[in-house]
């Protein structure tokens, strides 16, 4: 029960479901450029990226400095199901500007 709530926890913000579709379209991608894509202070974005890590999207590969997110995989059936609907909402997604020079 407990990490269902986690789960739909996480995606209750606008916001969230929106980094959570850009990283789901643009794959691997590193906090500076979600940053620079939404026009956001990093310490918001780090925020979202953390939730929906705890509610079970996404997975971080830290180089360096830099931290890289994706979508988990394997994906469970409930969460690749959320992902699709997500898909279908009509929501402005920003183009990804990449900022990080180490990739």
């Known amino acids: 029960m407990e990490v269902f ?3 739909i926890g996480s995606i209750n913000d606008e916001t969230r479901l929106k980094i959570l579709h850009f990283i789901d379209i643009n794959g691997e991608v590193c906090v500076c450029d ?3 894509s939404f ?3 990093q310490s918001r974005i780090s925020r979202h990226l953390k939730i ?3 509610g079970g999207f996404l997975k971080v590969r ?3 400095r830099w931290a890289y997110y994706s979508i988990r995989s394997p ?8 992902l699709k609907e997500i898909s279908y909402l009509d929501m402005k997604i920003p183009k ?3 900022e990080c020079k180490n990739v």
Do not use: A, C, Y
């Open 5 to 7: 709530l986690q789960t």
């Open 34 to 36: 979600i940053e620079s």
């Open 39 to 41: 026009d956001m202070i």
């Open 52 to 54: 929906l890590k705890e």
């Open 62 to 64: 830290r180089e360096g």
């Open 75 to 82: 994906l469970d059936q409930f969460r690749q199901s959320i």
């Open 96 to 98: 990804l500007n990449k």
